[in-house]
C-alpha cells in the first residue's frame, strides 16, 4: 500500500490540505479519507494545495468531485489550489473541474478571497 | 470431512525416507537373496572343512614326528645290537689270544672291549633319550639291567688280570647271556620295526586326508566367495542405480526450478548461469530467480538451501515459489523474508536457507537489499567494487521471527551487481575474507557485459574446473537506456501505476517529449492500465501488459488485458476514456473475445520551442 504524505491544518476557519505525490488508483481512497477526516464541521471549508502533486488522472479528478459534492451538502465550500505552471492546470480545465470548483494560484490566493455575493 | 479428521500422518524424516527409497522399495528380487543364502552356506561350510584340515594337519605332524622317534630308536638300537655282537667277539678274541702263545699284542682285547663297552652304553643312553610308546618304554626297562650286566661280564673277563684259564672256563657261560640277550634285542628291533612302519602308515592315511580335506575347504571357499561376490556385485549395481536415480531426479527437479530463460525486462540487463558440482552426487540447493515485480521492479533472488539430496531440492522449490508469491503480491523485501521465515516454522518445513533477495528499480536505479545469512551482493562500478549488506542477519528457517532490515542503495552509472553461492568461494580451505577478496579483485577486471561477467568470473574463481559444490552466478545492470521498444507485464493492482509511469515517463525523456508532452502521454497511458485493472478482473486479479513503441517522432502505447470490461459504474466514471481521446493524437479501444486493447498514439512536437497547451 503506498500511502501519500499529506499535511492538513487549520488556518481562518479554513481547513488547508497540501497533498504529496502521486494520486491515481492506487493513493486516491487513503487519500480521500484522511482529508474528509481533516475537515470538521466547524470549519468554512477545505482549500485543497495541488502544488506539490506530481501525478493526477480521472482518479485524482474524480476526488475533486466527490469532495465538492461532499462538501457543498454540509454548505461548506472547497478551493483548489493550482499554480499557473502546473502540469496539472490543462488537465483541470480539459476535464472542466474549472466549472464546478474555483480553481487559484496559490493557497495565500485561496484564503483572501472573498466570495462577490 | 469428518472421516478425514480421524486419518493421521506419520511423518517421515528425511534420512529414513531415503533409506526406505533405497532399501525397502528396491525389492532385491529372490534370485539374489538365495545366492546370498547360499554364498553363507558355503562360507560355513568352509570354515568346517578348514578347521578339520588343520587338525588333520596337526595330526600329520604328530604321526610324523612319532615316525621320526621309531626310527631314531629302532637305529640306536640296532647300533647297540651291533655292539652286543661286537662286545662278544671281542671277548671270544680275548679268551682266544690270551691262549697258547698270545703275549704279542697285550691289552689288545681290553682296550677293544672298552670301546665297543662305551659305544653300546652310548646307543642304550641314545635309546632312552627318544620318547618312546609305554609298552616299549617297559621293555627296555626291563632288558636294561641284563644289558648292563652282560656288558660288565664283558669288560671282567677281557680284563688283563683275568688269568686266561680262567676265562676259558667262563666263556660258556657268557655265550649263553650273549645268546638270551641276543633274542631278546631281536625282539625289541622286530617291535621297533613294525611300530615304526605302523605309524608311517597312519600319518600316510593322515596327510592324505588333510591334503583332500584342504583342497574341500579350498574349492568350497572359492565357491562361496564367487557367490558372494555376485551377490556383492548386484547389491553394489542396484544401490548405484538407486543413487543415479535419486540424483538424476534431484538434479532433474533442480534444474526445473531454475529459470529457462531470464525475463526480458526493460532497463535491465541479466545473465545468469548455474553449475552444477565436479562429483556429480551434490545436488545442491541452490537457487536463484527473476521476479517481474509489480511496480515495474525486479526482484533477484539469490539462495542456498542446506543439503544435498532430493530433499533439499524439494524444500528449495517450496521456498523458490513462496518468495515469488510473495514477492509478486508486492510484498516489502523485508516483508518478503519474513513472510518465507515464517512460513518454514509454520510448515515444519527441516530446512535452513541463506538467501539474498534484492530488488532493483530500474528507473530510480535503486537496489534494495535484504541478505539473510547469505554472502552479500557485490557491487561493481568502473572504479571501485563494494559489498553491499554485508551485515550478517539469521538465515531464513533459522530463528523463529527474526526482524530483518533492508539497506538501500542508489546504484551509479555503469554499475553491474552480482549476486553468487557459496560454491563461488569454497575452494573449501579458504577463508570467507579471503573468498570475498578473491572475488573482488576478479571481478573488478572483468569483461562489464553481463554475460561475459559472469563466464568469467566463473572460469577464474573455478580456475577453469568443475566446483566442489554447485553454483549459481548472476549478474545484473541496469541499462542506460530502455530503447525503442519496450514491453512490459505488470500485475493488475493498483500499485503497478507508479512503477508503469515511471518506466513510461523514462521512455518518454528518452524520446526527446517535452515536459508537457511526457505528463499527457504517461497520465493517457495510466487511464488505460487503470481501466484495466478497475475494470477488466474481478477479485482475483489478472495481467496487463503494456507495449511501448517509438518510430522517429511517432509513439504508439498499447495497453492489453485478458478479461472483460465491466461497464462503468458509479459517478464521475468514464471520464478516463474521455482523457485518453483528448490527450492522444488517436486513442482506440477495442473490446474482444481474448480482452480489451487500447491503442494510444501521439506525434512528438519537434523540440525547438517548449509545448504548452492541452492538445486534441
Known amino acids: 500500500m503506498i500511502r501519500n504524505e499529506v499535511s492538513l491544518w487549520r488556518q481562518d476557519g479554513w481547513t488547508v490540505a497540501v497533498p504529496e505525490g502521486d494520486i491515481d488508483l492506487g493513493t486516491v481512497e487513503d487519500l480521500a479519507s484522511r482529508i474528509e477526516r481533516g475537515v470538521g464541521n466547524d470549519s468554512s471549508g477545505l482549500v485543497l494545495d495541488l502544488s506539490r502533486v506530481t501525478y493526477l488522472d480521472s482518479t485524482g479528478l474524480r476526488l475533486l468531485f466527490r469532495l465538492s459534492r461532499q462538501l457543498a451538502s454540509r454548505q461548506q465550500a472547497l478551493r483548489v489550489v493550482v499554480p499557473p505552471d502546473s502540469l496539472l492546470r490543462p488537465l483541470l480545465s480539459l476535464a472542466g473541474v474549472g466549472s464546478a470548483v474555483p480553481l487559484f494560484s496559490s493557497s495565500v490566493q485561496a484564503l483572501e478571497h472573498r466570495p462577490s455575493t | ?616
Not at chain 2, 575347504?217 to 558372494?228: D, F, K, Q, R, T
Open chain 2, 1 to 616: 470431512m469428518g472421516q478425514r479428521g480421524s486419518v493421521t500422518h506419520r511423518s517421515v524424516p528425511r534420512a529414513e525416507g531415503l533409506r526406505s527409497i533405497l532399501w525397502l522399495r528396491s525389492g532385491l528380487p529372490a534370485q539374489q537373496l538365495m545366492v546370498l543364502v547360499a554364498g553363507t552356506a558355503s562360507v560355513l561350510l568352509t570354515v568346517t572343512v578348514v578347521n578339520q584340515a588343520r587338525t588333520g594337519l596337526e595330526r600329520v605332524t604328530d604321526g610324523a614326528q612319532e615316525v621320526a622317534r621309531l626310527d631314531s630308536a629302532r637305529g640306536s638300537f640296532q647300533d647297540a645290537d651291533m655292539m652286543h655282537d661286537a662286545l662278544y667277539a671281542d671277548v671270544l678274541s680275548a679268551v682266544l689270544d690270551g691262549g697258547a702263545d698270545a703275549p704279542f699284542l697285550p691289552g689288545r682285547p681290553a682296550a677293544e672291549v672298552a670301546q665297543d663297552a662305551a659305544r653300546f652304553r652310548a646307543d642304550l643312553r641314545a635309546v632312552d633319550a627318544i620318547d618312546l610308546p609305554p609298552a616299549l618304554r617297559l621293555e627296555l626297562t626291563r632288558l636294561r639291567p641284563v644289558q648292563q650286566a652282560y656288558i660288565a661280564e664283558a669288560e671282567r673277563l677281557a680284563g688283563p688280570d683275568q688269568d686266561p684259564t680262567q676265562r676259558r672256563a667262563e666263556l660258556p657261560a657268557f655265550r649263553n647271556a650273549f645268546l638270551a640277550l641276543k633274542d631278546e634285542q631281536d625282539a625289541i628291533t622286530q617291535s621297533l620295526l613294525e611300530q615304526s612302519q605302523r605309524a608311517r602308515a597312519v600319518a600316510d592315511r593322515d596327510q592324505r586326508g588333510a591334503r583332500q580335506s584342504l583342497v574341500a575347504g579350498g574349492i568350497g571357499a572359492l565357491l562361496g566367495l564367487v557367490a558372494l561376490s555376485v551377490w556383492l556385485y548386484r547389491v553394489v549395481r542396484v544401490l548405484a542405480l538407486r543413487v543415479r536415480q535419486e540424483h538424476g531426479v534431484a538434479e532433474t527437479m533442480q534444474r526445473m526450478l531454475l529459470p529457462e530463460a531470464l525475463p526480458d525486462v526493460p532497463g535491465v540487463r541479466l545473465a545468469a548461469q548455474y553449475v552444477p558440482s565436479a562429483e556429480g552426487n551434490l545436488v545442491g540447493g541452490d537457487w536463484y530467480d527473476v521476479l517481474v515485480l509489480p511496480c515495474g521492479q525486479v526482484g533477484l533472488v539469490m539462495g542456498d538451501v542446506a543439503g544435498h539430496d532430493l530433499g533439499a531440492a524439494a524444500e528449495m522449490s517450496q521456498l523458490r515459489n513462496a518468495l515469488r508469491a510473495y514477492a509478486c503480491e508486492g510484498a516489502r523485501p523485508v516483508e518478503v523474508l519474513e513472510r518465507l521465515n515464517a512460513l518454514c516454522f509454520q510448515q515444519q518445513l527441516a530446512t535452513i536457507a541463506t538467501c539474498v533477495y534484492a530488488v532493483l528499480d530500474p528507473v530510480a536505479r535503486t537496489l534494495t537489499v535484504v541478505n539473510a545469512g547469505h554472502y552479500p551482493p557485490l557491487l561493481l562500478e568502473p572504479l571501485r567494487t563494494t559489498y553491499l549488506d554485508a551485515a550478517p542477519q539469521p538465515p531464513v528457517g533459522a530463528v523463529r521471527a527474526p526482524e530483518y532490515t533492508a539497506s538501500t542503495c542508489v546504484l551509479p552509472p555503469e554499475c553491474v551487481v552480482l549476486l553468487y553461492t557459496d560454491g563461488l568461494m569454497e575452494r573449501r580451505a579458504v577463508a570467507v575474507q579471503e573468498g570475498l577478496d578473491r572475488l573482488a579483485l576478479v571481478a573488478k577486471d572483468a569483461p562489464r557485459d553481463v554475460e561475459q561477467l559472469v563466464a568469467h568470473v566463473l572460469d577464474r574463481m573455478l580456475d577453469g574446473g568443475r566446483p566442489q559444490d554447485d553454483v549459481a552466478l548472476m549478474a545484473v545492470a541496469p541499462a542506460a537506456q530502455l530503447g525503442e521498444h519496450v514491453r512490459m507485464t505488470c500485475l493488475a493492482d493498483p500499485a503497478s501505476l507508479l512503477g508503469l509511469r515511471r518506466t513510461v515517463q523514462r521512455w518518454l525523456g528518452e524520446s526527446g517529449a517535452g515536459e508537457q508532452e511526457c505528463f499527457e502521454v504517461t497520465v493517457a497511458c495510466s487511464e488505460a492500465a487503470t481501466n484495466a485493472i478497475e475494470h477488466a478482473y474481478g477479485p482475483g486479479r489478472g495481467y496487463y501488459e503494456v507495449d511501448l513503441t517509438r518510430t522517429g517522432e511517432d509513439l504508439t502505447l498499447r495497453v492489453r488485458d485478458w478479461g472483460s470490461w465491466r461497464p462503468p459504474r458509479g459517478q464521475d466514471r468514464g471520464r478516463g476514456t474521455m482523457l485518453m481521446r483528448s490527450l492522444m493524437d488517436e486513442a482506440h479501444v477495442v473490446h474482444g473475445a481474448q480482452g480489451t486493447v487500447v491503442t494510444l498514439r501521439r506525434t512528438l512536437l519537434p523540440p525547438a520551442p517548449a509545448a504548452t497547451g492541452v492538445r486534441g
